[in-house]
């Protein structure tokens, strides 16, 4: 899977290049919250836990002011799972590939307002639980695959706005909402149906040429 997503970022990338346009290419470093929406009716309750996220991004204009934004990053995602005196907390970390339409509105003379939506498609590397009761804790490494902890690709949509400077320093405001259920068969024998990320993130980059 990460074959594919590297040769797709190359597609992108040598498309580019042939186009001869303004392309900005940059790298961006953001945190933020994740959880996860969990069906199983014996769950007391889940919470969120903070992320780090970093990625190289590239923009090609199209037109009328409209961009397509693509890069290729590492994300972090899970939640904290409440299940009466036992919190499970689980980290998961994502090669991720993002593909955004970015409208970009002039703003006043220090620069750019931009609004976009997209999707993303991202690959599980690795990631540990964390277990705590009143009188212990523990920790255990994920396994990524259909018939262990989680499946491994992750897919859904994204929706984001930001500012971009005349320096080219960007800000930005993400919000991902997964669609596609990573619960494993395990899971799913043991009456969790349903387990979708989302994330909430604020992001810094720069862009240059």
Known sequence: ???????TV???TACCLFVQAQILYGIKVSGGIATQHIDEFDISSTSLITTFNASG????PVKYGFWLQS???VTNKGSVLHDGAL???THLTY???PLNVLRKFTFTDIGKF???AGGYIADGQNGHFDYLTPSSSSTEYVR???DNDFRKIDAGLNFLTGFELNNKLTFDVQYSFGLNNIASDPQKNTGITNIRNRLFSLGLGYLFK
């Open 1 to 7: 899977m990460i074959k594919k997503l590297v040769v």
């Open 10 to 12: 190359f597609f992108i």
């Open 57 to 60: 991004v590239v923009e090609l």
């Open 71 to 73: 890069g290729l990053g």
């Open 87 to 89: 919190s499970t907390t």
């Open 95 to 97: 090669i991720e590939l």
């Open 114 to 116: 931009y609004i976009g």
């Open 144 to 146: 990524f695959g259909n």
